[in-house]
T-cell receptor, first 115, second 114 residues
Framework: GAVVSQHPSRVICKSGTSVKIECRSL??????MFWYRQFPKKSLMLMAT?????????EQGVEKDKFLINHASLTLSTLTVTSAHPEDSSFYIC???????????FGPGTRLTVL | QQQVKQSPQSLIVQKGGISIINCAYE??????FPWYQQFPGKGPALLIA?????SEKKEGRFTISFNKSAKQFSLHIMDSQPGDSATYFC?????????????FGKGTKLSVKP
């Protein structure tokens, strides 16, 4: 149990386009999901906390208008990178916490490359 | 300011040896300390976690040692295997606080040589 999936696993897009990444908890309900960004050989940086049915909480320095987060259901959160630029290229990872619990279960990540 | 300091940055161990990775934290409010294992191109997976009320926790070949007074904790991998080669992250969190607000160390790349 406690599987988190992400789709797509890899995406290549042109500069200026928008990309949507989905994060799903497959076998549990997740009131809270998190979005991280990881640069090569670096640690995970929390971008935002997403709570079902409410607005996401963004970490300092993360542009909320650029990284749109929607958590419409207890099993799905989406991250949309708007007007993507090459510097947005990164590995994006989501995680989810069970509705009653504190352990984070991570998704497999999405590799975004912006040309 | 980095709240969780992890060392070493990289580690090479012979098969069968013991891998030791250390972390130190600053915030005494932290009360949940997990270790994650990450393979290239994959998301992190929880390996083992400890709370401050115990000094050691063992699961198979993996052991966490926790020193509350020194604000340090370490991961020991016994009988290291080539399949253990991965990047390991320690993390800390204030359980019950901003839920799930994990603070990660910078990671240790472990290579286990056959």
């Amino acid at each position: 149990g406690a599987v988190v999936s992400q789709h797509p696993s890899r995406v290549i897009c042109k500069s200026g386009t928008s990309v949507k990444i989905e994060c799903r908890s497959l076998d549990f309900q997740a009131t809270t999901m998190f979005w991280y960004r990881q640069f090569p050989k670096k640690s995970l940086m929390l971008m935002a906390t997403s709570n079902e049915g409410s607005k996401a909480t963004y970490e300092q320095g993360v542009e909320k208008d650029k990284f749109l987060i929607n958590h419409a259901s207890l099993t799905l959160s989406t991250l949309t990178v708007t007007s993507a630029h090459p510097e947005d290229s990164s590995f994006y990872i989501c995680s989810a916490i069970r509705t009653r619990g504190n352990e984070q279960f991570f998704g497999p990540g999405t590799r975004l490359t912006v040309l | 300011q980095q709240q969780v300091k992890q060392s070493p940055q990289s580690l090479i161990v012979q098969k069968g040896g013991i891998s030791i990775i250390n972390c130190a934290y600053e915030n005494t409010a932290f009360d949940y300390f997990p270790w994650y294992q990450q393979f290239p191109g994959k998301g992190p997976a929880l390996l083992i976690a400890i709370r401050p009320d115990v000094s050691e926790k063992k699961e198979g070949r993996f052991t966490i040692s926790f020193n509350k007074s020194a604000k340090q904790f370490s991961l020991h991998i016994m009988d290291s295997q080539p399949g253990d080669s991965a990047t390991y992250f320690c993390a800390a969190m204030r359980d019950g606080g901003s839920q799930g607000n994990l603070i990660f160390g910078k990671g240790t790349k472990l290579s286990v040589k056959p």
